[in-house]
T-cell receptor, first 112, second 113 residues
């Protein structure tokens, strides 16, 4: 058990809808990362937060947004969903920005 | 975009044999990490090697790093069926924006009993 909790585990929704994925980092970790994993694109870095502030941005679409709250949990919002957004979304946390990452078990999003 | 490229994409061996996976990357790095992923599950950190280190061991794992060739290898000795998983290398750039950890596409290792 990594200590990183992601909810929900599975999400099935229709095109055009909006969903929110939630992540609770490992106790004591200040950094939260979001990744998208699909068969064709591999593991793509989306965004990183450290203690509530955005630290790095990757291949995150404008339709996607995220934030980290004062209690350090994070949410990833995906809107105007398309079929191609179907993927596994992982949250990870680390103690410091240079430390190894601890991954949650992911949210499997299916857009129909 | 991918920073690391693992090679081979897939590897099938018998239990007891050694497995070697390679990773090449493009930019200067602060450190390189290897992770393992069982099907559909979250990634698990295996080992981290810093840019000023050449070799590191952890149990049955041995990692080497050659910064002049921008490459790393992961050796799993005396493999077990339970080692069946995908293995990813990940790099953290040494530049100003070294917060991002970029993963390769992974090597799928199958260990046959």
């Amino acid at each position: 058990d990594s200590g990183v909790t992601q909810t929900p585990k599975h999400l099935i929704t229709a095109t055009g809808q909006r969903v929110t994925l939630r992540c609770s980092p490992r106790s004591g970790d200040l950094s939260v990362y979001w990744y998208q994993q699909s068969l064709d694109q591999g593991l793509q870095f989306l965004i990183q937060y450290y203690n509530g502030e955005e630290r790095a941005k990757g291949n995150i679409l404008e339709r996607f947004s995220a934030q980290q709250f004062p209690d350090l949990h994070s949410e990833l919002n995906l809107s105007s969903l398309e079929l191609g957004d179907s993927a596994l979304y992982f949250c990870a946390s680390s103690t410091y920005s240079n430390s190894p990452l601890h991954f949650g078990n992911g949210t499997r999003l299916t857009v129909t | 975009s991918q920073q690391g490229e693992e090679d081979p994409q897939a590897l099938s061996i018998q239990e007891g044999e050694n497995a070697t996976m390679n990773c090449s990357y493009k930019t200067s790095i602060n450190n390189l990490q290897w992770y393992r992923q069982n099907s559909g599950r979250g990634l698990v950190h295996l080992i981290l090697i810093r840019s000023n280190e050449r070799e590191k061991h952890s149990g049955r794992l041995r990692v080497t790093l050659d910064t002049s060739k921008k490459s790393s290898s992961l050796l799993i000795t005396a493999s077990r069926a339970a080692d069946t998983a995908s293995y990813f290398c990940a790099t953290r750039d040494s530049g100003g924006s070294n917060y991002k950890l970029t993963f390769g596409k992974g090597t799928l290792l199958t260990v046959n009993p």
